[in-house]
């Protein structure tokens, strides 16, 4: 409920409470997923190294993940398009090959 009440402040009530019990229920589960045991170490940017090489980037498995793969996290989107109101087919035909070229 407090998560809820955060969140609805946050959006200044421009969401439903259904989508708001939703959201809180995501991020309480997100939550509960996370290993908040210890502080992130931040790397410091050399001067004359702006990427780190692959060797350099050390990602670090957490045991809670290793332990508990019965639980599977999976994300989904969904895009919306809004098509404008014209009868102009190269309109149309643009909007469709910058989706094909920039999303597939």
């Known amino acids: 409920q407090q998560v809820k009440g955060k969140l609805k ?8 409470d259904a989508v708001l019990k939703k959201m809180a229920a995501t991020f309480i589960t997100l939550c509960s997923l996370a290993d908040f045991s210890g502080i992130p170490k931040i790397m410091e940017k050399k001067k ?7 060797e350099k980037v050390i990602i670090k498995e957490s045991s809670k993940a290793k332990a508990d793969v019965s639980k599977e996290l999976s994300l989904k989107y969904s895009i919306n ?3 404008p109101n014209t ?11 910058s989706i094909r070229d920039n999303l597939l």
């Open 9 to 16: 402040s946050l959006l200044q009530g421009k969401k439903s």
């Open 87 to 97: 009868r102009d087919q190269l309109v149309y035909d643009a909007i469709f090959r």
């Open 81 to 83: 398009i809004e098509l």
């Open 48 to 54: 004359d190294d702006t990427i780190p090489d692959k």
